[in-house]
């Protein structure tokens, strides 16, 4: 009687494990394992310390954040409206044009690590487009994460605003 009993425990057991749901089996797995992979930009908010809201990437944003399961990570975001060169040579840009597009974009590389209590990742930025960064921690605090889409808090950003930035995982 107790091995029949012990039998069909087991068999719910198994039968329960087989109908989890995707999400179920995602919120199993780390945060670090739940970054990996390539996310697209799809809308940031920067919020001044007077409330003030804003949205400095403008319509139809572009860009890519990859986190790899090694800890290296590398994000670029530009604006949709910068105007091309009137020169086809990137080394020929005017002052103007080299300006409009640093003041447009951002981009930056380097190893991250992942503290799964507190929900937060922090990028060692190794280089990109701002060079005061360089050699600089940057904190993220991850307020929602899905298979599909990663949200996050940057609470202190270059320009002295909180930011929260939404990414929709590339399929």
Known sequence: MQRLNILSLSAITALGLAFLSDNAIAQQKSLKEQLVGTWLFVSSIDTQKDGTKTDRWGPSPKGTLVFDANGRYVLAINRSDLRKFASDRVDQGTAEENKAVLQGSIFHFGTYSVNEAEK????????????????????RVITSITADELKYTNPATTIGTTTDVVWKRAK
């Open 120 to 139: 937060m990742v922090t990028s060692q930025i190794e280089g990109g487009s701002f060079p005061n960064l360089f050699g600089g921690a940057q904190k």
